[in-house]
Nanobody, 130 residues
């Protein structure tokens, strides 16, 4: 059974940084893509970043490129999201999710689509405010 637990959310001022972590159990990370998603009040859940399982490719939504960095530590079964230069519009609940990765080439839009993922963590709140 796949279990995902997020940590690292909190309150930060604009321009600040946070590091989110997603600890996974019940999966072998080499065979699963781990994605980060977010949902702000009144908005749909959207893809932020993904670390693919098959070849370790990193994918980013345009609105976080250059600011967020995703990484994976297989030994710790953890996928982390380093968020720098945070903006008020980054305020949301952040979720990690797992997707079995068949190894077939897929697009960024595939890996960043919430509908592809079946296993989700409980979410962690990120608030960017002065």
């Amino acid at each position: 059974q796949v279990q995902l637990v997020e940590s690292g959310g909190g309150l930060v001022q604009p321009g600040g940084s946070l590091r989110l972590s997603c600890e996974a159990s019940g999966v072998t990370l080499d065979y699963y893509a781990i994605g980060w998603f977010r949902q702000a009040p009144g908005k749909e859940r959207e893809g932020v970043s993904c670390f693919s399982g098959s070849d370790g490719t990193r994918y980013y939504a345009e609105f976080v490129k250059g600011r967020f960095t995703i990484s994976r530590d297989n030994a710790k079964r953890t996928v982390s999201l380093q968020m720098n230069s945070l903006r008020p519009e980054d305020t949301a609940v952040y979720f990690c999710a797992a997707l079995f990765d068949s190894g077939r080439p897929q697009s960024a839009s595939y890996y960043l689509s919430p509908t592809k993922y079946k296993s989700w963590g409980q979410g962690t709140q990120v608030t960017v405010s002065s």
